[in-house]
């Protein structure tokens, strides 16, 4: 599974320092857009009920600040317990980094890099391509983690309302068209897994 690969060549190794690879492994956990994970502030992340707030996005192509989500609506995302183990010493670490050299976050940004700014997209692409290259997969960008979210849930059968809901698109036939060929193999799995249930109702009956 490249899937399973690729977290584990993120996991390999990894420190609380390491900004990149924790936005990747958020990203992968819940599909959002990498402008939303790097306008993320302390408050964002809910370690008590294991949610991700998205209120907002960073603008890294011009103002270089905060800007509305695409579609200019907030929404709240589960986050399973691993990933917010994970994160949870990354977030401290930076807290602490913050207070002891007296860092003036005035954004309360969670991912910085050197400075008060968010870690660019260029860096966090750079870690991500390193780490398909170590788990012997195809490179993909950070938004090719919303992508493999995506598709996971969907293959998962989940239902299509939830997996556009989370991913924060606009409607419905947004995520059917972005991921219609995933639809449409999760269908196949289902017409296969329906066949066989039905076949063993005969094999019983006789």
């Known amino acids: 599974n490249q899937t399973e690969s690729l977290l584990d060549a993120l996991l390999d190794g990894l420190q609380p320092t390491d900004t990149a690879k924790h936005i990747c492994i958020l990203q992968m956990a819940t599909g959002a857009r990498i402008g939303e994970v790097m306008a993320a502030t302390f408050d964002s ?29 907030n929404r709240t995302i589960s986050v399973d317990d691993s990933t917010m183990a994970l994160l949870k010493p990354f977030v401290d670490q930076v807290k602490r980094h913050n207070l002891k050299n007296g860092v003036k ?68 036939l947004t995520t059917a068209s972005i991921y219609a060929h995933v639809i449409k193999e999760a269908k196949e799995k289902g017409d296969q897994q329906a066949a066989a249930i039905t076949n063993t109702l005969y094999a019983r009956a006789r």
């Open 105 to 172: 976050n005035r954004h309360r940004l969670i991912f910085v890099g050197e400075g008060v700014n968010p870690l660019t997209v260029e860096a966090v692409n750079k870690c991500l391509k390193g780490a398909c290259r170590k788990a012997g997969i195809p490179e993909i960008t950070s938004h090719g983690l919303r992508h493999t979210h995506a598709s996971i849930l969907l293959l998962h059968k989940m239902d299509l309302h939830y997996v556009s809901e989370r991913l924060g698109h606009k409607s419905q």
């Open 45 to 73: 992340l809910n370690f008590s009920n294991n949610t991700f707030e998205i209120n907002k996005s960073w603008d890294y192509k011009d103002s270089f600040g905060f800007k509305p989500t695409k579609n200019k609506e």
